[in-house]
């Protein structure tokens, strides 16, 4: 979530903050520059989400093999998989 505010030199400050990310700021001599590098560093952490083998293997299942003979087979696969790479992807 994004802060804006004015300092009393006249800048603007930005400060984001992302749950689990440490915060960023940074100041700007207009406060729509400010409001835009805000909204850009939003987007920036949103598209960077932390995403494991047990959560990006356990989506795919559900949505392609669901149904299908390999379906039991392939969540055993991405259990042992998950115990031994229990960290974000990114990570490995």
């Given at each position: 979530m994004?802060?804006?505010?004015?300092?009393?030199s006249?800048?603007?400050?930005?400060?984001?903050r992302v749950?689990?990310?440490?915060?960023?700021?940074?100041?700007?001599?207009?406060?729509e520059a400010?409001?835009?590098?805000?909204?850009?560093q939003?987007?920036?952490?949103?598209?960077?989400?932390?995403?494991?083998?047990?959560s990006?293997g356990?989506?795919?299942?559900q949505?392609r093999?669901?149904?299908?003979?390999?379906?039991?087979?392939?969540?055993?696969?991405?259990?042992?998989?998950?115990k031994a790479?229990?960290?974000?992807?990114?990570?490995?």
């Open positions: 994004a802060t804006i505010r004015q300092l009393s006249g800048n603007w400050n930005a400060q984001v749950q689990g990310k440490p915060a960023q700021s940074k100041t700007f001599p207009t406060e400010a409001q835009q590098w805000a909204r850009q939003e987007a920036l952490t949103k598209e960077h989400k932390s995403h494991t083998i047990y990006l356990m989506s795919y299942c949505a093999l669901l149904g299908r003979g390999s379906h039991k087979h392939a969540l055993q696969i991405v259990e042992h998989l998950a790479f229990p960290q974000p992807i990114q990570d490995i």
